[in-house]
């Protein structure tokens, strides 16, 4: 074995820099030094400048709103938050650009990905993204100048505009919406709440309740219910029939003529798993004349206004339609609710262009003098439940409000005169006489 001569200057140092490791021994990441100029400056020039690269039906494909939204939104949560405000650290360096952290947090809910798909763009790392996220959805459900025009409940006078739409849209006289659950899949269900939320669809998933109406507005949501749950247990838990118990359902009702007959409760189409009730429109399961078959159609094509309402919710937040990687109910109650409050806001700006909210483009009215009797509109005030007497009372109000919406004959009569009412809009009252022929004599 021969040995050669190495000169000193081939050996490697006997000090050098040190690797850096972590506590567990394990070499730690290399810094990355993004560069936040440079996102500002592209996010400015492509998509909020003074004249931005890309168009405005552009924006709204891309990121679900309009463009004249951002600011407004923006703001919004500036006051809420210093995290959406532009400072500078103690270093002496900028912060990320709100503009930055508001677009990413919205593609983020957009598309259902992780912020590392757009860390090129963005020039900040997962953990600020998902932060992004976070402060977001949680910010719009929280802010009051939003949530109380975009997650509202229908006040008297949206129930009549909403009504007449309906009358105009479905020949539906008295249709508040259309009422029905979709769900949600939960990755990241801890194992011990498995056997609460893993029903049918074999794994975990979190319900939304909702009334959708013709313009895909969503007027009532609910969310949280496990999904072992079917309609029937989310409908015995849900905040809606809880306001028809405590007369602030009985508001906004106004009165309406259907079949040459009034009435004054407004009502909400369902499939036929929900009970009969005074204030439902179920679906006839087994028609078997002209009557039944005609009315069976035309319900059906009005309720899919709430079917659609999903689907183009789920097709424009593509973050609801893909397992849901958060941990906490919490995040995802906030997450589905900002989506609804974004939704809303679309929805809102199709029906002022005269447009049509549709989920392809994404792959006035006065009060009415109010003649109600007046005894029983505050009588759910806490101070009622003072006194024994005033429980009493209070009880049997509920007790009342139960029994005239659990009224079998009151939904019966209701369909037969919707039936009836359909029936003679789309053939005329003198093909009435024949509407009691079998469904084989049905064209």
Not at 4 to 30: I, M, N, W, Y
Not at 102 to 119: R, V
Not at 183 to 212: D, M, S, Y
Not at 218 to 242: A, C, K, Q, V, Y
């Amino acid at each position: 074995m021969v040995l050669e001569a190495v000169d000193e200057h081939d050996l490697p140092p006997l000090t050098g820099k040190r690797t850096r490791t972590s506590s567990a021994g394990q070499p730690k990441r290399p810094h990355i030094k993004y560069g936040y100029q440079r996102a500002e400056e592209s996010v400015l020039s492509d998509w909020v400048g003074e004249v931005p690269r890309f168009p405005d039906k552009q924006f709204e494909r891309t990121f679900r709103i309009k463009r004249h939204m951002v600011d407004t939104i923006l703001n919004h949560l500036c006051r809420r938050k210093s995290f959406w405000i532009k400072s500078v650290c103690r270093a002496g360096k900028e912060t990320i650009n709100p503009y930055v952290k508001l677009l990413c947090g919205l593609k983020m809910i957009c598309y259902g990905i992780s912020g590392n798909a757009f860390l090129d763009y963005h020039q900040f790392g997962e953990t600020t993204s998902r932060q992004c996220v976070h402060h977001l959805v949680t910010g719009l459900v929280t802010c009051p100048a939003l949530a109380e025009i975009y997650l509202r409940i229908p006040t008297k006078a949206d129930a009549v505009k909403v009504t007449t739409m309906h009358k105009n849209a479905h020949k539906m006289p008295g249709m508040l919406g259309s009422l029905d659950v979709t769900k949600v899949h939960w990755k990241n269900c801890p194992t011990a709440l498995k056997g609460q939320f893993q029903g049918r669809e074999k794994c975990a998933t979190i319900a939304l309740e909702a009334v959708v109406d013709h313009n895909l507005w969503f007027w009532h949501g609910s969310f949280g219910f496990p999904g072992t749950l079917n309609d029937i247990n989310i409908w015995e838990r849900s905040s809606l029939l809880e306001s028809m118990f405590n007369g602030r359902h009985e508001q906004i009702d106004h009165q309406y003529t259907l079949d040459e007959k009034p009435f004054k409760k407004l009502y909400y189409l369902v499939d036929g798993i929900y009970p009969s009730l005074s204030r439902f429109l179920g679906m006839e399961t087994d028609p078997s004349t002209r009557l039944d078959g005609s009315f069976k159609v035309d319900q059906e094509a009005a309720r899919k206004d709430v079917e659609r309402g999903f689907g183009v919710l789920k097709l424009k937040f593509l973050s609801l339609a893909h397992p849901i990687n958060l941990h906490h109910r919490d995040d995802i109650y906030y997450l589905v609710m900002a989506t609804i409050l974004l939704h809303n806001t679309m929805a809102e700006e199709r029906v002022a262009d005269d447009e049509v909210e549709d989920g392809s483009f994404y792959n006035t009215i006065c009060n009415e003098n109010d003649d109600e009797n007046d005894e029983d509109k505050d009588i759910d005030n806490d101070a009622y439940s003072f006194t024994p007497a005033g429980r009493h009372k209070k009880f049997e109000m509920v007790h009342r409000r139960w029994a005239e919406l659990y009224d079998y004959e009151g939904s019966k009569y209701l369909k037969d005169s919707m039936k009836r009412h359909l029936f003679c809009e789309k053939f005329g009252k003198n093909a009435l006489e024949k509407a009691h022929l079998w469904m084989d004599n049905f064209n």
